[in-house]
């Protein structure tokens, strides 16, 4: 990243069971990279496709940070977690700069990686029925509440999960995961660059880029990067959709 210390990686994924073009990533390619601590904890799952997205994601992670920082294969990163859970790169410790932060949902995984920046990313499916009169009221501000009953009813669920996507990478990228109330956090998500409008948690965490985009087969995609000047024009940290390659050192293809 010589050059581009001040830019945010991101990759979004579909998990599937077969090789595929584009987008598809297969679970069975990239389980080589994963350590025995993270394999211990795959067989923790009951559900083997909850065993293969596990697979999918942290296969995702590694070889992610690896395309980030190429002098450190898929298989050699080691993580610690913080005092709050959040997994953070401990090993080579020349590389403990780098920042990542994970998401994933049903068939779908998603990773931002940066370096020194905090950072969080969402993926949520559309899709599935949401309560979204109880959901609204644990997730979104007066007046965002007031913005979804406005809007169409068939765009409701639409207009909900940009809301959603954008706060949870935001409370993951402040670090405050659920202790820091959803309600609280005011955005404007009418573009793919959505706008915070006001918060309760501090100048220090009104510093932020944010982005948005349309998942693979539905849903929404966010990203939060910690980087913009409080005082002064504002500079968003510039954000760059990635496609890995394949690793030569892996003991078999794989399909990024």
Not at 175 to 183: D, E, H, I, K, V
Not at 244 to 252: I, T
Request: proline content about 7%.
């Amino acid at each position: 990243m010589r050059g581009s210390r001040r830019v945010a990686h991101v990759w979004c994924r579909t998990v599937a069971e077969t090789a595929g073009a584009g987008d598809v990533l297969r679970a069975a390619d990239v389980e080589w990279a994963l350590d025995e601590a993270e394999l211990r904890r795959r067989e923790t799952l009951r559900r083997p496709s909850d065993r293969s997205l596990f697979t999918a994601a942290w296969g995702l992670v590694r070889h992610a940070l690896s395309e980030v920082e190429p002098r450190v294969g898929p298989h050699e990163w080691r993580f610690l977690r913080s005092g709050l859970g959040r997994p953070e790169v401990h090993a080579p410790d020349w590389c403990r700069s780098l920042r990542f932060n994970l998401s994933h949902t049903d068939g779908t995984v998603a990773c931002v990686v940066t370096r020194e920046l905090r950072c969080g990313v969402d993926v949520e499916r559309s899709g599935r029925a949401l309560p979204l009169p109880r959901l609204a009221r644990a997730v979104l501000s007066p007046r965002e509440r007031r913005e979804l009953d406005a809007a169409p009813a068939g765009r409701r669920q639409e207009l909900f999960l940009r809301y959603w996507t954008v706060k949870e990478a935001y409370l993951k990228a402040i670090g405050s995961g659920l202790r820091f109330p959803m309600p609280a956090c005011e955005f404007d998500v009418g573009t793919g660059r959505p706008r915070l409008r006001s918060l309760g948690a501090g100048h220090e965490h009104a510093r932020y880029t944010f982005r948005q985009w349309a998942a693979p087969d539905g849903g929404f995609l966010a990203v939060a990067i910690q980087g913009r000047t409080v005082h002064g024009p504002e500079r968003d940290v510039p954000v760059r959709v990635r496609t890995p390659r394949p690793r030569e050192e892996s003991p078999q293809p794989t399909a990024f």
